[in-house]
């Protein structure tokens, strides 16, 4: 059973950055397939960023490339989302999950059977 508690959100200015954290519990390393989804009131939860731990392939989405960037801290089982250049659009509450599929697919979220609790971020202004 995975465990993941994010944080590290909160309330930023426009152009402004925000590290989110995910720690990983439960599994004895980090889980194979990890990734971060965002929900804004109204919305789909979408996909942000997913990545392969193991050989840290990863996929940003358009609407986070070149801003955005993932990284992993396997000694800390934990996963990171450096979020630079925040748009007000980037609002919404960001959930972590994993996946234990070791050869599983690692985008959508019907891929991931483990999910955090959410940290909000609000981008104003």
């Known amino acids: 059973q995975v465990q993941l508690v994010e944080s590290g959100g909160g309330s930023v200015q426009a152009e402004g950055s925000l590290r989110l954290s995910c720690f990983a519990s439960g599994y004895g390393y980090l889980p194979y397939c990890m990734g971060w989804f965002r929900q804004a009131p109204g919305n789909e939860r979408e996909a942000v960023a997913t990545?392969?731990?193991?050989?840290?392939?990863?996929y940003i989405a358009d609407s986070a490339t070149g801003r955005f960037t993932l990284s992993t801290d396997k000694a800390k089982r934990t996963l990171y989302l450096q979020m630079n250049s925040l748009k007000l659009e980037d609002t919404a509450m960001y959930y972590c999950a994993a996946s234990v599929a070791r050869f599983g697919p690692c985008s959508g979220a019907s891929d991931f059977s483990y999910w955090g609790q959410g940290t909000q971020v609000t981008v104003s202004s």
């Open positions: 990545i392969y731990t193991s050989s840290e392939n990863a």
